[in-house]
């Protein structure tokens, strides 16, 4: 019954699809001064002006990319955002392993790690201004600093996950500790990563995004701060629609990659016929 109501994959793009030409259709007519009366401003104009209009925005971002303008600031926010995540990736990977396998250094750090979790990250994009100047690598670092608490803390989780019957039972078969690394506490860990690296991506782009915001002559932060410093809002939301769709993109290779990598697990569904 259940499966009869899914979607196969073809209609399900066409439905996703609708759906945002829907969005910007509704955008389109709730600020048109024209085709409906002021229902919240006094002035029809002023909807355009607050929420800017669809296709002023489109044919700004086609006047971006046919003209050139907006490659270079695209590249340095992807490098610092790719930087940043797989920089974070690595170090929430690592230090969660360590962590999750050493208790005593699990029990020392625990509220260190806690206290800098309940930071916010934000206010450390100065000092980071401070630390690494005006260039990428300010960012990335604040970059980094929103990306290694969400993997951290999934590969933590991870690997206290692991179920203590196969633990006994590779330890009874004679597997040593680099095995058990390698064959139960990795694979386990492996799952909870990848849920963590798809909210990760926004991360990364978030702090890319307000270090260009607080310092900085390139990226497309700094086209936004730009606009909104101009009161151009069709602008703003260009920028923030490209930003979304490269995020989008991102994410997708994110998802190739863990389809390749995670291929031993069993779908959804599978568990249930056996």
Not at 21 to 48: G, I, R
Not at 116 to 135: D, E, H
Request: charged share 15%; aromatic share 14%; glycine share 8%.
């Amino acid at each position: 019954m259940w499966k009869a109501l899914r979607p196969n994959r073809a209609n399900l793009v066409v439905w996703q699809w609708s759906l945002l030409v829907l969005c910007f259709v509704l955008w389109y007519v709730l600020t048109s001064p024209t085709l409906l009366p002021a229902f919240y401003f006094d002035d029809p104009n002023k909807a355009a002006f607050f929420f800017g209009e669809p296709q002023k925005v489109l044919v700004r971002i086609w006047e971006w990319f046919a003209t050139g303008e907006i490659y270079l600031h695209l590249w340095i926010t992807l490098i610092e955002t790719v930087l940043a995540f797989a920089l974070g990736t690595v170090l929430g990977l690592g230090v969660g392993l360590w962590l999750a396998l050493s208790p005593m250094a699990s029990a020392l750090f625990d509220p260190y790690i806690k206290a800098a979790n309940s930071m916010p990250r934000v206010i450390l994009a100065p000092i980071f201004g401070v630390w690494f100047g005006l260039g990428i690598w300010s960012k990335v670092a604040l970059g980094v600093t929103l990306v290694f608490f969400i993997v951290f803390f999934n590969v933590y989780q991870g690997v206290k996950e692991v179920s203590p019957v196969v633990l006994a039972n590779a330890r009874m078969l004679g597997a040593n500790r680099k095995q058990l690394l390698r064959a139960v506490y990795l694979p386990s860990a492996m799952s909870w990563v990848f849920s963590s690296l798809h909210t990760s991506v926004g991360l990364a782009f978030v702090g890319s995004v307000v270090g260009e915001y607080l310092g900085s002559a390139r990226g497309v932060g700094y086209l936004i701060l730009q606009a909104e410093g101009t009161f151009d809002i069709n602008t703003v939301f260009a920028g923030i629609l490209v930003l979304t769709a490269f995020a989008l993109i991102l994410d997708a290779v994110v998802g190739t990659l863990e389809k390749r990598l995670m291929k031993w697990q069993p779908k959804s569904g599978e568990t249930e016929k056996l």
